[in-house]
């Protein structure tokens, strides 16, 4: 069977990330939602929002937030290039995304994506004027974009 795009709401998109996702929990909102299923079988998420990090939400920019697959090959990249292709759609300039060290990045390389940063490891999230429960904190990142 071959791979396809489908819709997907935003419930059933976190409930995949839920049991998928190798590292984070899923998201609290999402400009949209996309996935991937061969036949009837939902493979893969991929889950867009507004950036995290404040100063790149400049009103032309999104992030892709969450993908989340069953490991059927090809379904990320799949995935990714779907989501550009709607950001673009919609009137935007930039998708970004981040991976973790030691991650290969293979699936935004092969939708065309690129690395345009490098961001350090650094101890976490948690500030006195907002403490949080860090996760993944001391990974080193990098920060991916598919841009116009």
């Not at 004027?129 to 974009?145: D, I």
Request: contains cysteine; glycine residues 8%.
């Amino acid at each position: 069977m071959s791979l396809r795009i489908v819709p997907i709401n935003f419930a059933d998109a976190c409930a995949f990330v839920a049991e998928w996702h190798r590292h984070h929990e899923p998201p609290v909102g999402h400009k949209f939602s996309v996935g991937a299923a061969e036949g009837d079988r939902l493979v893969g998420v991929c889950i867009v929002s507004r950036p995290v990090a404040r100063h790149l939400d400049n009103g032309h920019t999104l992030e892709v937030v969450r993908t989340a697959t069953d490991g059927t090959d090809n379904a990320n990249s799949m995935l990714y290039g779907a989501a550009w292709r709607a950001t673009k759609a919609l009137g935007y300039d930039r998708l970004i995304t981040y991976t973790q060290a030691g991650e290969s990045g293979s699936s935004l390389r092969a939708a065309g994506w690129r690395v345009v940063a490098e961001r350090p490891a650094r101890p976490g999230w948690d500030v006195p004027s907002r403490p949080r429960q860090t996760k993944n904190a001391n990974v080193q990142r990098y920060l991916w974009e598919a841009a116009s």
